[in-house]
């Protein structure tokens, strides 16, 4: 993994843009900070064809066409190449074809409808609050009509994609917020860490720039801080009951999630497990939105209530400052609040301040 990537995920499905002539809607908000588009000729071109089903009209090869030669499906189709997954037009036929798709037909058109009116611009401007201001956004979304009901980025040094599942539960409001959790995520990767801080990071030891790689994987709590719009705002405000109280039940175990992670740190910090085991380990802290969400977000509001939003700022643009400024301000807090929060090993803190070279340079 590169340092300057983070970890980008999808913990459930969201989906943009209506059934329209025009496959392209530009967002053009702060000026040229932000380049963002719905491109939904993909969807379009797929609910075209479920509309001639329904009108018992003859589909012809130039409806196919249209599906086959949308951005959005190529896009997609270079995609599940690259993951080594079968994904060929006739197959995609068949699912076009099935009941399944047709019964839902109508449902997928209101929503594509609905996303249509979607602010974009207020997404990007959440997500750009929380960056520095050498931030920039640039993105594609996609909403897609296809077999696998999952979310995804695609190319995101290059070319960034947002592919988002076309799925009628998911509201206005819940497609704002998680557009602009993952448009943080694009926006950071323009503008952290600094050069210096990277040059900084590159000198370090193997395992402790394994350490602040995952470190990084706290972006996913900020994002969901960014995306809500402040340390006061529930991140599920917009959620369902189900998903909120789930978030709620999980942050309860903040104390206990970062003591699991503490140890995941000291292990690595240790040089105490093999790369496959790393990743294993840590990729068990996303769940649906697992301990990387929530004690990433409780570190977050804690540090933006005690320091302010450019000192957190700051701590995620250079992990190496993130937990140790967590807990001074956890300590500050603790003094003057019945929640007792835990903190981080000095351990781990040390190692990032004092390295160790010797052999575990490479």
């Known amino acids: 993994m590169n340092y300057k990537t983070l970890h980008l995920t999808f913990v459930t499905s969201f989906v943009a843009a209506i059934l329209f002539s025009a496959a392209h809607v530009s967002a053009q908000p702060t000026g040229h900070r932000v380049n963002v588009r719905l491109v939904t000729d993909e969807a379009e071109a797929v609910l075209a064809i479920l509309a001639k089903r329904k009108a018992k009209v003859e589909i012809t090869d130039a409806d196919w066409q249209k599906v086959f030669s949308s951005e959005g499906y190529a896009r997609l189709k270079k995609r599940e190449q690259s993951m080594k997954r079968s994904f060929e037009d006739a197959d995609f036929k068949t699912f076009a074809m099935s009941d399944q798709v047709l019964q839902r ?8 409808a609905r996303w249509k009116q979607a602010d974009i611009s207020r997404s990007a401007g959440l997500a750009l609050a929380y960056l520095p201001g050498t931030a920039h956004i640039s993105a594609k979304i996609y909403p897609v009509i296809k077999p696998r009901e999952n979310s995804f980025v695609f190319e995101v040094n290059t070319d960034p994609a947002i592919f988002l599942y076309l799925d009628p539960a998911i509201t206005r409001a819940k497609f704002e917020n998680t557009l602009a959790h993952e448009l943080h995520h694009i926006g950071y990767g323009s503008s952290c860490p600094s050069q210096v801080a990277t040059t900084e990071i590159e000198k370090l030891p ?18 969901m801080l960014a995306a809500a719009g402040g340390p006061d705002i529930h991140p599920h405000a917009v959620s369902d009951a189900k998903e909120r109280a789930r978030w709620d ?11 699991k992670l503490e ?76 929640e007792h929060l835990a ?17 575990r340079s490479n």
Not at 105 to 112: D, R
Not at 249 to 259: C, Q, T
Not at 343 to 359: D, F, K, M, V, Y
Request: include cysteine; charge should be negative.
């Open 206 to 223: 193997k395992n402790l720039q394994t350490l602040l790689q995952w470190i990084g994987a706290f972006g996913e709590g900020f994002a």
């Open 105 to 112: 037909a109508a449902a997928l058109a209101e929503t594509l």
């Open 263 to 338: 140890g995941f740190f000291l292990d690595v910090e240790n040089d105490r497990l093999t790369e496959e085991q790393i990743t294993t380990t840590a990729y068990s802290f996303f769940g649906i939105q697992g301990p990387w969400y929530t004690v990433g977000w409780k570190m977050a509001v804690t540090i933006e209530k005690t320091y302010g939003r450019s000192r957190l700022i700051e701590c995620f643009c250079d992990h190496r400052k993130l937990l140790e400024t967590y807990n001074q301000a956890a300590a500050q807090r603790n003094r003057s609040s019945r």
């Open 249 to 259: 039940h999980d942050l309860a175990n903040f104390n206990e999630d970062l003591k």
């Open 343 to 359: 903190t981080w090993s000095p351990e781990i803190i040390n190692a990032l301040h004092t390295p160790r070279s010797s052999s």
